[in-house]
């Protein structure tokens, strides 16, 4: 019998409203496992190259892993799948929660989705059954009216709610899917996919026990990290502070994203620290499935202005400072708002507060005035013109329909020579953290397969001296020297290449990054006992890092097949000039012959040609001789 996982994938036609019930064997669940490896393995498997992101033939894939909902801390993740509309790339995105156990314990593994409803509709799942509802309804309404509404109908108010907003309804391109209101998967814009299936929300309860290999095995290890979490000085920061503790570093070092990335320096980065926000808008703490740490940041205003409800969370740290020094706003409760807005009608954060501030920084340059903008003064700091922009964004109303787009596609329409103002990579926003001072995130922004991205891996600081966390806790991966946080030679791409694998486990195994080392508590012997005592399966760290470069050289192929080649693995150009101003004026800069020698040894190290395409080898090597021909 399966331990730790169901057997059971769950395949809806929505062409047809119809499903079917797949049932893999264990050599299918110990290949790919879960999360990012199932589903690239249907998008490789069952996708054409060139599928349109919002066709039928277009997947959307949700999935858990064989570990996921087994009660040890910090294991709640699951992923969604698909072609992104923003990217054209293989579109991932991982959500915590409790949408993801609830999943397991209704009867499923991962649900793979196919097609276009006739009208919208929500999935009802619980114990092993499935129904299509109506979502007529539903549709053109806020994501906590959802939530009430759908427990109202099903008189259940426990059951778990995946769904999109109005955003995803209108395919805005960085759409977002949120369970719980305050649980996203948030990037690539996989709720206007959803959206586009017109596919509201899924909704799942369950009472199916997930049987455990050794359940007190699990239970122990559970306890002892439990136990551990104020004593660890990395759990017990993100429990008392979250991730808004970050604001402060950087903008007191000057390296703080701040108007479209122009400078590092924000004069208003007082106003955005964690002591600011636990003192004005932090309500409580918030959590996921089975984890004691508690990160999540959960806030309220009564202002005179507006209100924040706090149902939809809380900003953490991209979303400060997106909303904030970014746009050039130093207002905590604007940004709150803003954050509110998001999770409302269904938009990732990180792009929208970019792409606004693309817009201001055009409007600034004279690119874009007044009668483009609604009449609004797109300045940078106009935080009332933020707030509208929001929603103009979601509805895509008005200049909101440009912006809808993303910041590469209404780059194109400004024109202008506008694209100098660009910072994404292949069509994704960059997050807020600056390779200038973190130059390994060059490598995880250029080699991301689905864009931009700051948790491909752990970041360099955790590296970077003698007793930094990461060489006590790691060394069983070869880990046994510092490399400096500016690095970017030789050294950074070997250490890069470890933990891009590492990370990629814990994306596919539904694993917190916030939860093990190098970012908190829980061990690698830990993590690794608690999956054998899950699973039954006596794995070792050697299997699990062979999965991780499985998957992303599935993730490569898939790229590939859709076009993209060397010249997308790259970061944009203001990375390669130094600060403008603020105590890092005048250096900081990549040095461009350095990061073109890092992407060589990059391919070189992953077994992959001059032009990044994975050889024969490294295929066969990895269980994927049925890709060869791709």
Sequence with gaps: MPFGYNGKILRVDLDQESYSIEQPDEIFYRTYWGGRGLGLYYMLKEMKPGVEPFSGDNLLIFSTSVIVGNGAPSIPRYTVCAKSPLTGAQGESEAG?????????????????RGIAKKPCYLWIKDGDVQFKDAAHLWGKETHQVDRLIKEELSDEKVRICQIGIAGENKVLYANIVNELTHFNGRNGLGAVMGSKKLRAIVVKGNIPITLYDSDKVKGIAKDISQRVMENPLSRALREYGTP???RGFYEAGSLPSFNWTTGYFKGGENLTVEEYNKTILKKKGSCYACPIRCKRIVEVNGEEFTVNPVYGGPEYETLVAFGSLCGVDDLQYVAKANELCNKWGLDTISTGAVIAFAMECYEQ??????DTDGLELYFGNKKALLVLIEKIARREGFGELL????????????????????EVKGQEVPMHDPRVKAGLALQYAFSDYGADHMKAPHDAFFSEKESIGLKEMSGLGILKPVAVTDLSYRKVALYKILDIYWSIFDILGVCDFGYVPRSLGTMDELLAIIRATTGWNTTWYELMKLGERTINMARIFNI???????????????FTDFKEGPLKGSGALKREDFEEAKKLRYELMGWDKEGKPGRGKLIELDLEWLIED
């Design 366 to 371: 004279g690119l874009l005035n007044k009668k």
């Design 561 to 575: 097949r859709e076009g993209f080649t060397r010249d997308d693995d790259t970061v944009p150009e203001i990375f």
């Design 404 to 423: 809808a787009q993303g910041s590469r596609l209404a780059s194109k329409r400004v024109g202008k020579g506008s694209d100098r103002f660009l910072k």
């Design 97 to 113: 929660g409790y949408w993801g156990p609830e999943l397991k314990k209704a009867g499923f593994d991962a649900i793979v989705i």
């Design 245 to 247: 503790a970050t604001v």
